[in-house]
């Protein structure tokens, strides 16, 4: 399995983006979807999930900005609105299953200021 994340790119700080993310092959058992950034000399943070039951949470510094969704057991969104110069980093999806935790290659999100 592998995943692919995509959408990512370059926008003036108060413009949105929407995240894409992809599964190649069968993937089952599916317990939690994330998304994750990393930024420039920073160390990987957690930013939203979605669990198979629907309940979500956001990191503080994203609540009320950015949505997470899904509209299949291959596919997981992630919009981004009023983005801030401080959200600029690469973006990874990841999936935790039963069977192991998978992760997309990145995206990379730059906002001006």
């Known amino acids: 399995v592998q995943l692919q994340a995509f959408g990512g790119g370059l926008v003036q700080a108060g413009g949105s983006l929407r995240l894409s993310c992809a599964a190649s092959g069968s993937i089952n058992g599916i317990k939690v979807r994330r998304w994750y950034r990393q930024a420039p000399g920073k160390e990987r943070e957690w930013v939203a999930a979605?669990?198979?039951?629907?309940?979500i949470n956001y990191a503080d510094s994203v609540k009320g900005r950015f949505t997470i969704s899904r509209d299949s057991a291959k596919k997981m969104y992630l919009q981004m609105n009023s983005l801030e110069p401080e959200d600029t980093a690469v973006y990874y999806c990841?999936?935790?299953?039963?069977?192991?935790?998978?992760w997309g290659q990145g995206t990379q999100v730059t906002v001006s200021s």
């Open positions: 990841n999936m935790d299953t039963i069977y192991g935790n998978y």
């Open positions: 979605i669990m198979t039951s629907g309940t």
